[in-house]
């Protein structure tokens, strides 16, 4: 399941209309017709479009015409235009309509599995953007918390403490107290942004690959939480994966390691990796005091930004993502294809 994308029908013919409907009814998608450019256009304005298909030759305001008025909005920049033409169009034609922003060219008559299969990648490919998209929002927000929350009040703690200890009436003794005070509330700050910075992207992921950047992590969060974390590694020697994949576990651990230590009040916490065949799979268990079952059911009332950052991860590589109790404590399972064939021996 996932949200419906909208895809803009534009003909005067409406018979056109009803043959792209019955075509692309089976994508699951959200069907918008359109008679002529100018309703193409309010349609455009009123709904977020990903794609756009269209007939070149409209009478009032044309194909070519249209797709002008639309890249000239910068809201529409990135949107896919595909023209259809019932006529042979020439190199010149094309060169024209690609000038104009299209991004595909359908001849008529139009081969069912032809036209569905282009609509689909371009609404596949505004999906996973809008995805990306709003993954990177929820990261921002958080690191955005985690600066004002830690690091922030650090410093403004420091900066209290250093104006008390300007002023004459402290003693020096009590003055040298506060300077001692401060610098080491300095000292946490700084360290607060070396972690930052390496959880934003560990140099270990890399110098040296996933199996060992997750040791790392669990050794520190073992000794900053106080949580005893286990890792299970299989096969020993696990390969190299493609960077974006590697980022896109380390990630999803992370977030989960990062739930446990904020919500579950566990005291242990186990973390398995394991490569099988063509799939990665990670898991991640502990022994706190479980979740709802609107949680477990992905209830948008019920999950936070980190479960859903990590469903957004896991959707960008076509995988799938299971949330249980695991009496006591929750298990959270996560199953994805390794499809970049970039696997390093």
Do not use: C
Request: glycine share 6%.
């Amino acid at each position: 399941m996932h949200d419906k994308i909208n895809i803009l029908m534009v003909d005067d013919q409406p018979g056109k209309l009803l043959t792209y409907e019955a075509i692309l009814g089976e994508l699951g998608e959200n069907l918008i017709k359109a008679n002529s450019g100018r309703e193409a256009l309010e349609q455009l304005l009123k709904n977020d479009i990903a794609v756009v298909l269209m007939d070149v030759s409209m009478p009032e305001l044309d194909g070519f015409e249209l797709a002008d008025m639309i890249r000239q909005h910068p809201r529409f920049h990135e949107t896919a235009i595909i023209f259809i033409s019932a006529v042979h169009l020439t190199d010149v034609d094309r060169i024209k309509a690609y000038e104009r922003g299209a991004v595909d060219y359908i001849s008529v008559p139009v081969i069912p599995e032809v036209l569905r299969a282009k609509v689909s990648v371009f609404a596949e490919l505004h999906r996973r953007s809008t995805s990306l998209i709003s993954t990177q929002d929820d990261e921002r927000r958080r690191i955005a918390r985690e600066l004002h929350d830690g690091l922030g009040q650090d410093l403004i703690a420091a900066k209290i403490v250093l104006e008390v200890a300007q002023t004459h009436e402290q003693p020096s003794h009590k003055r040298t107290q506060a300077v001692g005070e401060a610098s080491g509330l300095i000292d946490r700050a700084i360290q607060q942004v070396r972690s930052i910075s390496h959880l934003l992207h560990p140099p270990m992921l890399d110098e040296v690959g996933l199996h060992s950047a997750l040791h790392w992590y669990l050794d520190g969060l073992t000794k900053r939480s106080g949580i005893e974390m286990h890792i299970d590694v299989q096969p020993n020697d696990f390969p190299r994966l493609a960077p974006e994949l590697e980022t896109t576990v380390f990630r999803i651990v992370q977030e989960a390691l990062t739930n446990v230590f904020r919500h579950s009040g566990a005291h242990k916490g186990w973390v398995t990796l394991a490569k099988l065949e063509n799939d990665v799979i990670i898991k991640v268990r502990d022994d706190g005091r479980g979740v709802s079952e609107h949680t477990v059911e992905f209830r948008p009332d019920s999950i936070g930004i980190g479960i859903n950052g990590m469903r957004q991860r896991v959707k960008e590589f076509g995988g799938v993502l299971r949330l249980q109790n695991a009496n006591p404590g929750t298990l959270l399972e996560v199953v994805i294809p390794d499809r970049s064939m970039a696997s390093i021996a």
